[in-house]
């Protein structure tokens, strides 16, 4: 799984790329199906919006088989290994809900801004890496992006403790204004298996989700190894300290796993 020069030249232009349906409908049905038992359960790693429905699952690659696939599979990992030029590791994973009518929104932020102050992190050297669960829709709260934001830099922010359940280091209108007016705002969107990645200096956000369509992304946060965290204050399911490079599955990995079940039932 190696971008094109015209995909890199994007990526480093724009600060995203979008890959549509990447995974198939088979190993994104499983991870779906994953996604929701991994809600429905009382672990300190779901987090919760104040309604009550699920927000974020951390770290299902450290107890799920399937996401533990995921978390290792080749199509997310050589993509951020070849823009960093080194080897990657795990500083986070998540599953985000986007509940059908409940999910809040995330106000707009830099992910950089959190790794930096709360876990230590030296430079802007990992990046978010987003697979679609579900289809997601212009309606039911897609990320919105701020093209070429990444060019800013590490952005002043305050830390919004208040507008959901989830801390946040947000930025101000006037900034998001400022750089709106010089980027614009893309929405990508597109079926489930569909892969985002996106610069860790990237101004990005969503609105809440009113639809009946649930709108679940799973993120890889890869770290180049020489970049680890130092100074980290969060718990570790959440910004992890295993600092060694990940070691890759087989491109089949997952999709052997979906299949299993069928396999011995047949």
Known sequence: MKLSEAQLEFFQREGWLF???????????????????????????VWREKSGAPRTAFAAHLYNDAFGILGAHPRMIDPVEQVFGEPVYMHQFKINAKSAFTGDVWQWHQ??????????MPEPRAMNIAIFLDE?????????????????????????????SYPLW?????????LVKQGGI????????????????????????????????????????????RTPTRPDYIAH?????????DDDALLRLARAPRQAAE
């Open 19 to 45: 890959l549509p349906e990447l995974f198939s409908q088979e190993e994104v049905d499983l991870l779906a199906r994953e996604a929701v038992g991994i809600y429905d359960a009382n672990r300190p790693e």
């Open 111 to 120: 992910d950089y801004g959190t790794w930096k102050r709360d876990d230590g």
């Open 136 to 164: 997601v829709m212009p309606i039911n709260g897609p990320l919105m992006l701020v093209p070429q934001s990444q060019n800013a830099g590490d952005l002043k922010a305050s830390h919004d403790l208040a507008t959901t």
């Open 170 to 178: 947000t930025l101000d209108e006037d900034t998001v204004t400022r």
């Open 186 to 229: 893309v929405a990508p969107t597109g079926k489930g298996g569909g892969m985002l990645m996106f610069h860790g200096n990237l101004v990005h956000g969503s609105a809440g989700n009113i639809t009946p369509y649930p709108r679940k992304i799973v993120y890889l946060t890869l770290n180049a190894v020489s970049n680890y965290i």
């Open 241 to 249: 300290r295993d600092f060694a490079p990940i070691r890759k599955v």
